[in-house]
Each structure stands twice: as structure tokens, then as C-alpha cells.
């Protein structure tokens, strides 16, 4: 058994959604020629609301309040909405194999679906403790966080422990977003994580301390420059402690785990050019792989930065996701008039009352400004890189003030004195 279609978008995440968006703005394909591909039982939605919104003890967001691409400020892309565009959604389906010479996907109940065009939009999936030789991670309360399906787990394990105790594994994004969710949800949090400090890939020391206290004053413990070895688990195959290297134990009611994600491309390993560095599949200014007819996009892509000097990046971030999926289609329907893809790495979080944002890359000498007060904190850093700002940190700012530190970033703003650049802060940026 068979089905052709002209597009193919493999995956049904954030950039599938806006890549659709994107098709039915342009209009380049007739009805029944487009098709999206999706594990997920559900239309595409805004991942990043499953560690936010999701995750509310109460006025919780639900599908499909968050569809794609609402996240945008755009249309909310419901299955009414792609019946009406003549896309079809063929969801809860695996691709379990790929053959780009044959453009032919073959799908877990055995149906071919071939293309002309396949946009590769197959994100990552969050790495297991398993792969750390750590085993037992399948239990009811230990909890992953990557789909809604997950999220639903961790909904679940939240409301039977409520005044009880969770430790969280990992001190990255999903980690911090998910600890302030539990306090919020009335659970005692434990954070434990091998590193300094919290966000070690983006945070400075000093960034890091203003959260880290933060959060202690909202009753969280950090446990840190250590990691887990193994669980205690109760006759019925519950988790009730978490065993740590340094040989302490922590009671545990339940646990989430957030280590780190790894790119979903194993379906096209030995066929396309992967990216050695970053271990995405690697794609030119186009979002072209080294298959002419195959694009991809999102967390799976390793693209060009220009504003890098053309260095190739994998990012793991929502506005990358929504940037490279419309730039691959209108490469697709316009390929004359797509000029190479001009990106500016953005990453943002929310967590509590707090929100910040990131643009650039974080290299070279860092300069701190602002207040880091608990009160109504309006702090940042930029990093300057050869005499010029190469990344900018922001929490607490205006959009105005967001948008200025993404222009100097963006322009590669040149630094003269060091000392200044710390004086003025973020006027810095703002006056530019
Ligand atoms: P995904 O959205 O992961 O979609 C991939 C899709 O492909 C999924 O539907 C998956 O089921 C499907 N798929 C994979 N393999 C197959 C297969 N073989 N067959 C069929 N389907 C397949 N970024 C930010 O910048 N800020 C944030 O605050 C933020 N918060 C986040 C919070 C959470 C909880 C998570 C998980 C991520 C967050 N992100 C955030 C990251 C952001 O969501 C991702 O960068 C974005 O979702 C990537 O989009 P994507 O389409 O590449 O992949």
C-alpha cells in the first residue's frame, strides 16, 4: 500500500506547523499535494507552552488553545484549519524508514509515502538516563518532558504528590522551567545537576547566582557538582528516593529529568550529510541538505549563521524552529527570489515572574549591568568578542529594550571601552 504526495513535512512540531503556515500563505501546492507526517496524536502545537502554561495549577493551557502558530502572535492553526487548507494531517504515525534516492518514507503500519520534495522536520528527542548507564527511568513518577504526552505524565505525577517532594535531574532550561511549574504546584523542590551552576551552557557565574537565590527564596534546594547513580523504588515500582555519587538520598515523591535532547536523524544517517560538530543534519543558506530535493529545519537542522562568519549551528530554540521552517518553504516555491537564510540565534524562558531573553552567541569577555534585584530586577550582560558585542542577555526589559539589544548584536555594535560599556548598560544598546 501506497501514497504520493508532492511535499512532505516529516515531523508535526513547531516548525511543521509554521512550515504550513507558510505553504498556504504562498499557495504553491494544490489540495491533497501537501502532507505532514506526525508520531504525535495532535495537530502541531507550541512545544515551549509544555513547560509553562501547561504546567499551571490552575487557567492550565490546553489544546487547542496552543496550536501553532499562535505562539507567533499568528493564526492558530487547528486540524479544522488544515482540512480547510487542504493539507493532510496524518498524525500517530512513526516513520521507521527514509530512502532519499527512492524519495519513498516507509511508516510503522507498513505504508509507503513517497515525494518529490521532504522537509525533515523531525526536532530531537530528550536524551534518557538510560544512556548514562543510569537504568529504571520508565517508572510511573519519574517524568521526561519533551511531548504532550510527557506533559501529561508530569501533570499527573504533580497532582498525587502536592506537599510532597520532587527532585528535579539537570540544570538546564527544562530543568529551571519545570522546578518553578512544581513550586508553583505546592511541591518541595530538590535541583541536582553536575555543573557550577544552573544554565552552565549560557549563564555567567554572576547570572547564574541571581537565579539560583532567586529560586531558594521560593524554597528550592540546589544540589550541584554532583549526579545520580541510581533510584529507590517501592514494591510497586514507584521511585522514593534518589541516590546521589557524593552517597546522599534524597526522598522523592516524584522525579523529572531534564539532561539534555539529541536530534532526531538517525532515519537519515548514511544517506545525508550530517554535521560533525553539532550532530544535525547539515543544510546550506536554503535549508538544502546534500540531497537537492530534501530540506530540513528546526532543532534537526545544522545550518549556516551568517552573523558567525557562515559557522554551522544546530539550535535547540522555538524562534529558530519557526524562522528555518518558512525559509525552507519559500526556498522550495521561490528558490530564485530566497536569499541564504540571515539568522540571529534568539533563546528566551519564563519562569515565575521572571523573563529573559538571549540573542547572539556567548563568546568572549563578558560585561554585567543593571540591577539584580529581587524586587523588579532589570539586569544583563553583553559578551564583546574582538571589539565587538557578539551576544546579549537581557531580563526584565521592554520590548523595546529586548529590541535594542538584538540591533546591537545584529550589527555587531564595535566596543571601545570595556569600562563604559558596563557604566552605560543597557542605555548601551538603547541609545545605538
Ligand atoms: P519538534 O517541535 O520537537 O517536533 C518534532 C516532531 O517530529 C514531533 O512531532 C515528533 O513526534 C516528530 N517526529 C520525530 N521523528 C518522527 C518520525 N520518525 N516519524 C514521525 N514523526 C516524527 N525554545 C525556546 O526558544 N524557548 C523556550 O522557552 C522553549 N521552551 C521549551 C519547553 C519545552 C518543554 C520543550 C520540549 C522545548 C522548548 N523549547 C524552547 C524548544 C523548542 O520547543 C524547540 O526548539 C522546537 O520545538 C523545535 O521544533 P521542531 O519542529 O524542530 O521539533
Given at each position: 500500500m501506497g501514497r504520493a504526495f508532492v511535499y512532505v513535512i516529516l515531523g508535526g512540531g513547531v516548525s511543521a506547523g509554521y512550515a504550513a503556515l507558510e505553504f498556504a500563505r504562498r499557495g504553491g501546492y494544490s489540495r491533497g499535494e501537501l502532507c505532514i507526517i506526525s508520531e504525535e496524536a495532535v495537530a502541531p502545537y507550541e512545544r515551549p507552552a509544555l513547560s509553562k502554561g501547561y504546567l499551571l495549577p490552575e487557567g492550565a493551557a490546553r489544546l487547542p488553545g496552543f496550536h501553532t502558530c499562535v505562539g507567533a502572535n499568528d493564526e492558530l492553526l487547528t486540524p479544522k484549519w488544515y482540512k480547510e487548507q487542504g493539507i493532510e494531517l496524518i498524525l500517530g504515525t512513526k516513520v521507521i524508514s527514509a530512502d532519499v534516492r527512492r524519495k519513498a518514507l516507509v511508516t510503522a503500519v507498513g505504508e509507503t509515502i513517497s515525494y518529490k520534495t521532504l522537509i525533515i522536520a523531525t526536532g530531537a528527542r530528550a536524551l534518557k538516563l538510560e544512556e548514562f548507564g543510569i537504568q529504571g527511568s520508565d517508572a510511573e513518577n519519574i517524568c521526561y518532558l519533551r511531548?504532550?504526552?510527557?506533559?501529561?505524565?508530569?501533570?499527573?505525577?504533580?497532582?498525587?504528590?502536592?506537599?510532597?517532594?520532587?527532585?528535579?535531574?539537570?540544570?538546564?532550561?527544562?530543568?529551571?522551567?519545570?522546578?518553578?511549574?512544581?513550586?508553583?504546584?505546592?511541591?518541595?523542590?530538590?535541583?541536582?545537576?553536575?555543573?557550577?551552576?544552573?544554565?552552565?551552557?549560557?549563564?555567567?557565574?554572576?547570572?547564574?547566582?541571581?537565579?539560583?537565590?532567586?529560586?531558594?527564596?521560593?524554597?528550592?534546594?540546589?544540589?550541584?557538582?554532583?549526579?545520580?547513580?541510581?533510584?529507590?523504588?517501592?514494591?510497586?515500582?514507584?521511585?522514593?528516593?534518589?541516590?546521589?555519587?557524593?552517597?546522599?538520598?534524597?526522598?522523592?515523591?516524584?522525579?523529572?529529568?531534564?539532561?539534555?535532547?539529541?536530534?532526531?536523524?538517525?532515519?537519515?544517517?548514511?544517506?545525508?550529510?550530517?554535521?560533525?560538530?553539532n550532530d544535525g543534519i547539515k543544510v546550506n543558506g536554503q535549508m538544502q541538505t546534500s540531497e537537492s530535493s530534501v530540506y530540513a529545519v528546526g532543532d534537526v537542522a545544522a545550518f549556516p549563521i551568517k552573523l558567525f562568519d557562515g559557522d554551522v549551528r544546530r539550535l535547540e530554540h522555538v524562534d529558530s524552529a519557526r524562522r528555518t521552517a518558512r525559509h525552507a518553504v519559500s526556498a522550495i516555491l521561490e528558490p530564485a527570489k530566497?536569499?541564504?537564510?540571515?539568522?540571529?540565534?534568539?533563546?528566551?524562558?519564563?519562569?515565575?515572574?521572571?523573563?529573559?531573553?538571549?540573542?547572539?552567541?556567548?563568546?568572549?569577555?563578558?560585561?554585567?549591568?543593571?540591577?539584580?534585584?529581587?524586587?523588579?530586577?532589570?539586569?544583563?550582560?553583553?559578551?564583546?568578542?574582538?571589539?565587538?558585542?557578539?551576544?546579549?542577555?537581557?531580563?526584565?526589559?521592554?520590548?523595546?529594550?529586548?529590541?535594542?539589544?538584538?540591533?546591537?548584536?545584529?550589527?555587531?555594535?564595535?566596543v571601545t571601552e570595556m569600562a563604559e560599556l558596563g557604566k552605560q548598560g543597557l542605555a548601551f544598546a538603547v541609545q545605538e
Open positions: 511531548n504532550i504526552h510527557d506533559a501529561d505524565k508530569l501533570v499527573n505525577a504533580m497532582k498525587s504528590c502536592s506537599g510532597g517532594n520532587a527532585v528535579v535531574i539537570g540544570g538546564g532550561y527544562i530543568g529551571m522551567e519545570c522546578a518553578a511549574a512544581l513550586v508553583t504546584n505546592k511541591i518541595r523542590v530538590t535541583m541536582v545537576f553536575p555543573e557550577k551552576h544552573c544554565m552552565a551552557r549560557l549563564f555567567t557565574p554572576r547570572i547564574a547566582e541571581y537565579y539560583e537565590n532567586y529560586y531558594t527564596l521560593k524554597g528550592v534546594t540546589f544540589v550541584k557538582g554532583t549526579v545520580l547513580t541510581s533510584f529507590e523504588k517501592d514494591a510497586t515500582g514507584k521511585v522514593t528516593a534518589v541516590i546521589l555519587k557524593d552517597g546522599k538520598r534524597l526522598p522523592a515523591d516524584m522525579v523529572v529529568v531534564g539532561i539534555g535532547i539529541r536530534a532526531n536523524t538517525s532515519l537519515f544517517e548514511g544517506q545525508l550529510v550530517v554535521s560533525m560538530v530566497t536569499r541564504d537564510i540571515n539568522y540571529l540565534p534568539f533563546f528566551y524562558s519564563r519562569v515565575f515572574t521572571l523573563s529573559w531573553q538571549f540573542y547572539g552567541d556567548n563568546v568572549g569577555e563578558v560585561v554585567h549591568f543593571g540591577e539584580f534585584t529581587n524586587s523588579s530586577p532589570r539586569f544583563g550582560a553583553y559578551w564583546v568578542n574582538k571589539g565587538r558585542i557578539t551576544g546579549a542577555f537581557l531580563e526584565g526589559g521592554s520590548r523595546e529594550e529586548y529590541e535594542a539589544i538584538s540591533v546591537a548584536v545584529g550589527r555587531k555594535t564595535k
